[in-house]
Each structure stands twice: as structure tokens, then as C-alpha cells.
């Protein structure tokens, strides 16, 4: 095949230098694939930048959310304890009050007319069944002055000989600094149990007695009774064991006296109270209860999961020992939170499908550069047979690569043509732009199409061109199944040759097996013409080996890879001669003595039959040359 182009020309060019420079730098320590470099890459932002957003979104709703149920909470508890405080403050002023209108002496607290008048004055902006007690530690005596259940006021005077109690509460009323709160105590008439504020009554120094202020717990109760629901109840603890006021608490309860005069909580109307000191402590911190001092989980049968929250207020009610309380059931404070942590499950799942868009996205961008790598690979090898180009994209960048190596494959196939595939790879492998000329040993092989002319009579030129195009493919398939060179076609015929550009231990062999196979594909060809009722086609092969000048042959402006040497000469010389032996064979190989020396050492079935013809003249030469016929095994002639 005659090389129509200048190698030297075409790998000067940028691609061959930058591939020989290519070839001379220092391997890379390591390298990454594109699909998984990108999707790390993107998915690495797009995962800090949505996880970023999320931890500060869920962070902040948390504490949003949280405050939610524990606000409604707090609201509860805090109604409750403003209606107590505003109960508990009235007994505190009322009780006040009456104590210095006697420590100043507008009011003598040795009259009874004057102790029931400011009494009386004093509980009409007190709460229901609200009690003032006046003791005078002169007379030794006490007047109580309390309302009565049809709105009316009763007066009862407790006389110095039955008030052994009355002593020592004025002696403890005279010893106190300040005022202070009693202890609950159960009144038998009214069967219920009190909560009492005592103010020591002074006057210059002098003990006039105290005034205390009493209100039944029956009322702490309908207060959490009124702030109370289904989802909410409060309630009031004197202490940690006794209940002082509950929504269900019995005013009558049978069970209180005066040896027991508040519910203990393992009696309380509530069975998640009666079961407190049982049940499982919660951190109060994890609702955002800043304000409560314990909380428990516990169980129902009936509905389930409840959180019990206790606050001490002790500080807001004058060192009143109360704690104030709230039941509700596990959802209040824990709906909010799973509806975030629902959310969360959301965006991460939403991160998740992110991830995996970013994996597809990265995938779609890398598939034209990896069928642009894989092709560039291909084109290396020179394997573009097969190559298919490259499919457009809407990515400007993707667009123009696939356009510049489509383009680029379609000049290579156009080029490939034109130059030897064994060459170009050779040169690619030694990241050379030319072949500097030198001796080899090389095989050379002329074939020849005989009566060409008769052949095509009748033929127009697309039907000739037809017939010699898959003739030359014929020969030219085997030439390179044996690793030879097709230097040229002339016509009808072919000059190939072995030992170059690749160097070989025997090229002889090697063309004499590709003659022998070029006579068994033109038989097997020959014989479908037949079937075709087409004549045979007969070739006549030369074949010689010697030393020959191979490389880049030519001016600098057109150069060929070829070979020049008296070993070509001989070669044409043996493939005219070939024209005058036996004419009806449809193939004839004639070699010369060198030929046979290198098919000498072959044994098996393989070996091709070597028949000897003598010293024949050929053109061109002066001394004769030895000939010898090479032929398929079985097929001596």
C-alpha cells in the first residue's frame, strides 16, 4: 500500500510531540476514575452544605419545637400557682393588716366588738370559707371570725379554759421574729383540712398576741379542679409525701383526721401519684423544663404513657413547703419532638435521594469523557474499525469533545488508509515521528492478478473497481494476519514485506506461510466465482529475502515508509517469471534459494512443499538465480 502521506509530517505535529513528552515524565503516584472522583466531589458539597443547613435547623426547631409542649406545660403550672399565690397573698395582707391596725392601737384588741368589726371588714374581700383568728395574750382567749357556707359571718369566742392548743400558739406567735406559716391541720367541725399564715402582734415591743389567717385546702383544690383537663392536671404537694390539692381530691375524704390531716400520696385519687416514688426519673432538661426539679414516666393501662412534672415553690409563697405539680400524658412533650424528629428523618431521606442524584448527575457527566477516553485508548491502538462516535450533549464543553474527536476519528480513518497500521504503532510505542532509515533483513512478496485485461472485458469501471478492491482485500486480510507490511498496490498487485517496521527471527517464513494462505483464500474464492459462473481468477507470486534498506524514503516535503534493494528487484523479477510456469494453475509461488534455506528447519504438516526448478535467468540480473516452487501440502507438483 503506498503511503500517500508524510509521517514524518503528520507526527511533527502537536499530538506525536505531546505524546512523546507524554511518554518521557514520571508516572503519576496514583490516579482517580472521573465518575467516582465527581460524585465524591459533589456529593462531598452537597452533603456538608445540606447537612450544615439541617444541624442548624434541627438544632434551633429543636429547641423551638421542645418549648412547645414544655410552654403548655409551664402555662399550667403557672396559671396554678398564680391562683394560689393571689389566695395565699390575700390571707398574707388580710392577716397583715389586722395585725398592725392593733400594733397601732386604731383598733383595741381587748374589745371584742372592735376585733369582729376589722375581722369582719377583712374577709369580705376574702376567698371562700376563709377563717381569721385574733388571739390576745392578755386575756388568754381568741376570737374566730369565718364565713359560713350561705354567705353569712359567724363570730366563736374560744375561752382561756379550753384553749391548751391556743397557749402554744401564742407562745410560739410570741417567739417568732416574723411571720410564718402552721402546719395544715384538720378542723373536725368543718371536716377539713386548714393551711394557716400567723402575724405576731407587737406595740412598742410589747407581745399583744397574733393574728392568723386560715383557708381550707377543699379550695386549693377546685382551683386545680378549674385549671385542670384531659390533657393537663396540676396539683399541690405539702412536702414530698402529703397531697394538699388535687382536681380529685374529696373535700369529705373519710380517711382525713386529726392524726392525719392531708392524703399521703400513696393514697392519692390519682394512680400515677400513688405510684410516684416507683416511678422512672426523667431529665427535665431534655423537654426544656428549666424551671421543674424532678420528673417521672410512667405507665396507665387505661391511656398509656404519662410524664409527672414537679416544681418547688417554696420561695414564691413565703417558705410555704409546696410543690406545685403537673400530670399529662407522654405525647403533649413528645408529639412535637417526633413530628422534628419525623422532619429530620425526611431531610435526611431528601439528602439520601440528593446523594444519589449528584452520583447519577456525576455518572451522566463522566459517560461521554469515558467513551472519549476509552475511544482515545482505541485510536492509540489505532483500533477505529469499529469506533463509534461520540453522542452530542447539552453541555457546551461535552459538546465541543464530542465534536473535536468525532472529527478527529474521521480524519484518522481517513488517514489509516493511507498508512501502514504496524508502523503508526510502532512509532506511537516508541513516541518517534519518523523512521530513520536502515538495513534489515527482510521477506518480500509481489503478487500479480494473470490476463487482468481479459477479466475485466465487459466490465464497467464501478464492476472493476468492484473486483480488484475485494481481490486486494483478500490478499491484503492475509498479509496482515501474518504480521507483514503492505508497502503498495499497483493495479492488480501487491508488494509486501516482513522484517520491518517490526524486527522478526525469520521473515521468511513468515511470507511464505502468508503466500501458501493467499493460495487457499483464492481457491476458496475461485470456487464461489464458479457456483457464480464466473471464470477463476490465477495469481502468480514472487517471494525473496535479503537485505534491504527500510524507513522513511522520500523528499522532506513527501515522505514513504518502504523498502529499496536489490532483494525487491529479485522479488518482481521471481513473480514475472511465475507468468510462464504451468498457466492453467490458478496460483504459482516461486522463491528463491534463500527463501528455501529459511523454510528449511520447519517440520510438521504445516511445511509447505518446496519443489526445486534450478538457476532460472531473471531480468536484471547477470548471474542466474535458484528457484524453487513453493505449494500447499499435498499439492507437489
Known amino acids: 500500500m503506498r ?27 496514583f490516579t482517580l476514575r472521573l465518575t467516582p472522583t465527581l460524585a465524591t466531589v459533589i456529593g462531598t458539597f452537597v452533603f456538608l452544605t445540606t447537612a450544615s443547613v439541617l444541624y442548624v435547623e434541627s438544632t434551633a426547631s429543636r429547641r423551638i419545637v421542645a418549648g412547645l409542649g414544655s410552654r403548655l406545660v409551664d402555662l399550667g403550672m403557672d396559671a396554678y400557682e398564680q391562683k394560689f399565690e393571689s389566695k395565699i397573698n390575700v390571707l398574707r395582707n388580710q392577716a ?77 406567735a410570741e417567739a417568732a421574729a416574723a411571720p410564718f406559716w402552721l402546719a395544715p391541720e384538720y378542723d373536725p367541725l368543718r371536716r377539713e ?55 380529685d381530691l374529696d373535700p369529705l375524704d373519710a380517711t382525713l383526721s386529726e392524726e392525719n390531716d392531708l392524703v399521703d400520696i ?58 406545685t405539680g403537673a400530670i399529662m400524658p407522654a405525647s403533649i412533650l413528645e408529639q412535637p419532638l417526633e413530628e422534628l424528629y419525623l ?71 481517513a488517514f489509516a488508509r493511507y498508512v501502514p497500521r504496524s508502523l503508526v504503532l510502532k ?7 519518523s523512521a530513520a532509515p536502515q538495513e534489515r533483513q527482510v521477506a518480500v512478496l509481489f503478487t500479480d492478478v494473470v490476463g487482468f485485461t481479459s477479466i475485466c472485458e465487459g466490465m464497467d469501471a464501478r464492476a472493476t473497481a468492484d473486483f480488484v478492491n475485494h481481490h486486494l482485500t483478500l490478499i491484503g486480510s492475509v498479509v496482515e494476519r501474518h504480521g507483514g507490511t503492505i508497502d503498495k498496490y499497483i493495479g492488480d498487485s501487491v508488494m509486501a514485506f516482513w522484517g520491518a517496521p517490526d524486527h522478526m527471527d525469520n521473515p521468511a517464513a513468515a511470507a511464505a506461510a502468508a503466500a501458501l494462505d493467499i493460495e487457499r483464500a483464492l481457491k476458496a474464492d475461485n470456487a464461489l466465482r464458479r457456483q457464480k459462473g464466473l471464470e477463476p481468477v490465477r495469481i502468480r507470486a514472487g517471494l525473496h529475502v ?40 490458478e496460483a504459482v509461488i516461486l522463491a528463491s534459494a534463500d527463501v528455501a534455506s529459511a523454510l528449511a528447519a520447519q517440520q510438521g504438516a504445516s511445511r509447505p512443499v518446496v519443489t526445486p526448478l534450478g538457476e532460472q535467468t531473471v531480468k536484471g540480473k547477470s548471474q542466474p538465480v535458484t528457484v524453487v516452487r513453493l505449494s500447499l501440502p499435498g499439492e507437489e507438483t
Open 427 to 433: 512509532l506511537l510505542r516508541e513516541g518517534s515521528g
Open 193 to 247: 383540712t386548714l393551711l394557716s399564715y400567723v402575724v405576731p402582734v407587737r406595740r412598742d415591743g410589747a407581745f399583744l398576741g397574733y393574728t392568723a389567717v386560715s383557708i381550707p385546702s377543699s379550695g386549693l383544690s377546685r382551683i386545680a379542679r378549674s385549671l385542670s383537663d384531659d390533657q393537663l392536671k396540676v396539683f399541690l404537694l405539702h412536702g414530698e409525701q402529703e397531697l394538699l390539692a388535687h382536681p
Open 96 to 172: 397583715g393588716f389586722i395585725a398592725a391596725a392593733f400594733a397601732r392601737g386604731t383598733s383595741p384588741i381587748a374589745l371584742d366588738e372592735d376585733v369582729a368589726r376589722l375581722a369582719f371588714g377583712g374577709l369580705a374581700a376574702a376567698p371562700d370559707g376563709t377563717r381569721i383568728t385574733v388571739a390576745r395574750a392578755a386575756q388568754g382567749d381568741a376570737l374566730e371570725i369565718g364565713q359560713m357556707a350561705g354567705g353569712g359571718m359567724m363570730l366563736h369566742r374560744i375561752p382561756q379554759t379550753s384553749a391548751t392548743e391556743l397557749e402554744t400558739r401564742l407562745t410560739q
Open 343 to 413: 422532619s429530620i428523618l425526611i431531610a435526611l431521606s431528601i439528602l439520601a435521594a440528593a446523594l444519589a442524584g449528584s452520583a447519577v448527575m456525576a455518572y451522566r457527566i463522566a459517560q461521554p469523557i469515558r467513551r472519549a477516553a476509552a475511544g482515545a485508548r482505541a485510536v492509540a491502538r489505532l483500533d477505529i474499525a469499529g469506533l463509534k462516535p461520540l453522542p452530542s450533549s447539552r453541555i457546551e464543553e461535552l459538546k465541543d469533545l464530542a465534536s473535536g474527536f468525532n472529527a478527529m476519528t474521521t480524519a484518522l480513518t
Open 546 to 585: 535479503g537485505p534491504l534498506i527500510v524507513g522513511d524514503i522520500g523528499a522532506p516535503g513527501r515522505v514513504n515508509y518502504t523498502v529499496i534493494g536489490d532483494t525487491v528487484n529479485i522479488a518482481a523479477r521471481l513473480e514475472s517469471l511465475g507468468h510462464t510456469a504451468e498457466p492453467g494453475a
Open 3 to 29: 503511503v500517500r502521506m508524510s509521517l514524518q509530517r503528520i507526527c511533527a505535529d502537536q499530538p506525536c510531540r505531546r505524546m512523546k513528552r507524554q511518554g518521557q515524565r514520571q508516572p503519576m503516584p
Open 266 to 323: 400513696e393514697d392519692a385519687p390519682d394512680p400515677l401519684l400513688a405510684r410516684l416514688a416507683s416511678l422512672t426519673p426523667v431529665d427535665p432538661r431534655r423537654f426544656d423544663l428549666g424551671e421543674a426539679h424532678a420528673m417521672f414516666e410512667g405507665e396507665t393501662e387505661e391511656h398509656g404513657r404519662y410524664y409527672v412534672v414537679l416544681e418547688r415553690t417554696a420561695a414564691k409563697f413565703g417558705e410555704l413547703p409546696v410543690i
